[in-house]
């Protein structure tokens, strides 16, 4: 059909298909008319909750996968769970799915065309539009920091692929490069655009999300003072962000205040008692059927299906009366549950119906993360005020800036608070890679030894279809 493309299925071109004929067979979704589509309000909206839905249907699996299940976390779960023994074994080979970023560019393509036409809609205020623009460019940046942190080297794409041609296939573009020109550049726009006032709805970027994903690639960057001026402007609204002090409200963030939220219809309206959460992946089976339900329960609960189960050396992390060990596992059917988002003992019958989010960003991740840029920019006592909060919350005591002898030692402590903080919410992998640290810590646990193994390999398919890419070289030698 001339001037036509695929609105909500056919994002789509980014090399999703094992050949050029599959693609030109695949149907779409919806078809709609390029005259009849981008043309209202209801449009506009329309194509920005697209991208939060494609966004959740990326990371359903693939938030352990990418975030955790490498690093020292989690050990073996049951037998059955081979797919994830395979990521946690350091065993991934170019047709494990989790190596696939199919999804992921489609967040990419969804958001490109909600910022070429958006920008053309009337809406009823410009302040809508421009909240609404800067949602796609928060979503972008964010799906772009997945993927290079994931992969490395990406292909890059700032323009919508709306109908099939050559251009779809691409090399990988520098990963720094996406960092600083795309990916800090539309953060940077997300919080210009954003509206301050309205925007209040956590299952969605707000300029607080946009300030996480700017300090969180700033913190990749190497950019620490930037980071911290950046975590810094978190705290001007105590009314939408701040620090929950108790543990039993701790405790309560994930076990009730994450489950079975409504949809998202008012964002100028905050579902949330909390205000730890910054960002999370929102999932309501009333909105889409079985693909509604996420995976925190059926994966982690059951000594017969549950994907894994949490490691001893993260058991031996948690000092003796820390308050939060008894609240993030438990001991059951010989094996250590991850009971962070969960009340009690959860059956089977419950494992397809969670609705439980996933945290993206949180405001103790932040303060944790702004805890590291202090220390790295020599500014230590202030890094351990920030890391006392936390600590303090979970009933324990903090060390003096002069009970560590390098920046290093204070560091490594961080990073253990930021293990035992947030497990379960897919930061430990990346935090391992970013600070160079995935070898020392790995080795030991599954022989993570050889330069290029941090990233993962890419899907056979991907490079089966575009002859422009090349594979990460460490898959090249073992695979």
Known sequence: MKNSFQI??????????TACEGFLDEQPVSEVPADEMWQTSRDAKAGVNQIYGYFRTAMRENY?????????????????????????????????????WTDLYKVINQAN?????????????????NDLLGQAYGMRALAYLYAVRVWGDVPLFTDPNEKYSDAIYRERTDREYILREVIVEDAKKAESLIDRTKNKERKR??????WAVLADAYMWLGEY?????????????????????????????????????????????????????????HFNMDE?????????????????????????????????????????????????????????????????????????????????????????????EEALDLVKMIRTRAGLTTPEAADFGTEEELVDFILDERQRELVGEGRRWF?????????????????????????FPIHFSHLDQNRKLTQNPYYTQTN
């Open 8 to 17: 909500f299925a056919a994002a789509l071109l980014t090399l999703s298909l």
């Open 64 to 100: 352990f996968y990418w975030g955790e299940f490498r690093s020292d976390d989690f050990e073996h779960g049951a037998s059955s769970a081979a797919d994830q023994q395979r990521v946690i074994d350091n065993q991934l080979t170019t047709d494990h799915r989790c190596t696939k």
């Open 113 to 129: 065309l909600c910022i070429k036409y958006i920008g053309g809609i009337d809406t009823p205020s410009v302040a809508e539009r």
């Open 205 to 210: 970027i707000s300029v607080y999300g946009a």
């Open 225 to 281: 003072n930037l980071a911290d001026q950046t975590i810094e402007k978190m705290k001007a609204d105590p009314m939408f962000m701040a620090f929950e002090p108790g543990i039993d409200t701790w405790k309560k963030m994930f076990t009730e205040e994450l489950n079975g939220k409504a949809s998202d219809n008012t964002p100028e309206n905050d579902d949330y008692s909390t205000r730890e959460f910054i960002f999370v992946v």
């Open 288 to 380: 889409v059927g079985t693909n509604g339900f996420s995976y925190m329960y059926q994966w982690f609960t059951g000594s017969g299906n549950r994907a894994a189960v949490v490691s001893q050396r993260l058991r031996d992390k948690y000092e003796e009366g820390d308050l939060r060990f008894p609240l993030v596992t438990k001991e059951y059917q010989a094996g250590w549950e991850l009971r962070k988002y969960i009340p009690g003992d959860i059956s089977s019958t419950l494992n397809k119906t969670c609705q439980v989010a996933y945290p993206i960003y949180r405001y103790s991740d932040m303060l944790l993360l702004q805890a590291e840029a202090l220390a790295r920019l020599s500014k230590w």
């Open 431 to 455: 935090d391992l890679v970013r600070t160079g640290r995935w070898k020392t810590v790995m080795q030991p646990v599954n022989g993570m030894s050889e330069e290029g193994n941090e990233l």
